[in-house]
């Protein structure tokens, strides 16, 4: 093989990743992503934590959003990155769930961000499918639930720590509530604190965990990601994996098993678009590509190259 990289455990070896291009080198990657949106009958996207990134919110790097909502967390706790605080030992129900509620609040009520929306024009009018390995809730604001599977759970919901039951609960009520009642150290009312209906134990954002549930929502989730596949793939149609700032963190959601069936399918094609760890498997030949840019920039210009 070529780059003389090690396979992966599914026996592929990529190319070596790209950094970010030059403009001309990126309109010319733009354009063949343009011209193999066109040939697909439907596409199939894999979207990860870099296409909320591009819209402005990382919730992994410090500054941007942390910066404006959450520097009393800073100051109280130390961490500076919204997930550093997801992820925080706190001393109580009541210091975490103060942050939760916040975080919570924070991702529910931000608008559609421009990636998301125009991720959703260019797709406008093919059939399409979106995985998302996301929890922030975008691409629920975007795209309708029918297409859409969010493999790690959604921001919108709770669940009970066990969990006791299938039932998932909305969250909005409940972290508003909480996040416009914090006491002056930023902890949750006693009070306030999200227990289960059923067994009263705390509940839980429904965010993949080793007590994620993956009940009735997440396998109707399921059922229509494989049903897509299924029609289009299977089908025999001609079918575009479109993998979206995703990283190596889980692989085996999107990346994996898109380099797979796209290898498995002589009438399928991937793309990955990532600002600067941009590749595809060498055994994928002439049906890989690569764009190594900004997806905020690269899917501004898609849409404006898209027919209206």
């Known amino acids: 093989m070529g780059s003389g990289t090690a396979p992966n455990t599914l026996g592929f070896f990529s190319t070596e990743p790209k950094m970010a291009a030059g403009d001309h080198q990126l309109q010319s990657q733009i354009a063949a992503l343009a011209e193999w949106l066109r040939w697909a009958d439907a596409v199939v996207v894999g979207a990860g934590s870099g296409l909320s990134s591009a819209g402005g919110c990382n919730h992994y790097h410090s500054g ?3 910066s404006r909502g959450f520097s009393g967390f800073e100051e109280r706790y130390g961490f500076s990155t919204l997930m550093d605080g997801y992820y925080h030992m706190y001393s109580s129900n009541e210091e975490e769930w103060g942050y939760l509620a916040s975080y919570l609040s924070f991702m529910i009520g931000e608008p559609p961000y421009e990636p998301y929306v125009d991720l959703a024009a260019v797709l406008q009018g093919k059939p399409h499918f979106v995985l998302t390995t996301n929890i922030d809730a975008q691409v629920t604001k975007v795209f309708p639930e029918n297409d859409v599977w969010t493999f790690q759970g959604d921001a919108r919901f709770l669940q009970c720590c066990q969990p006791c039951g299938n039932e998932l609960f ?17 902890r949750c009312p006693t009070d306030l604190l999200p227990r289960c209906p059923y067994c009263h134990r705390i509940m839980r954002p429904w965010v993949r965990d080793e007590t994620f549930l993956e009940g009735t929502r997440w396998n109707e989730g399921r059922i229509r990601y494989e049903e897509f596949l299924r029609r289009h793939l299977i089908g025999g149609e001609k079918v575009l994996f479109l993998e979206l700032g995703v990283g190596d963190m889980t692989p085996t959601v999107i990346k994996l098993p898109f380099w797979q069936m796209t290898s498995d399918n002589c009438n399928a094609r991937y793309c990955s ?24 920039e690269v899917l501004r210009r898609l849409r404006a190259s898209s027919p209206t």
């Open 273 to 296: 678009v990532n600002i600067v760890k941009a590749n595809a498997p060498e055994q994928l030949g002439d049906r890989g590509l690569a764009v190594a840019g900004n997806l905020a």
């Open 170 to 186: 909305e969250a909005e009520p409940v972290v508003r509530q909480i996040s416009t009642s914090l006491d002056e150290e930023l």
């Open 64 to 66: 941007g959003a942390f």
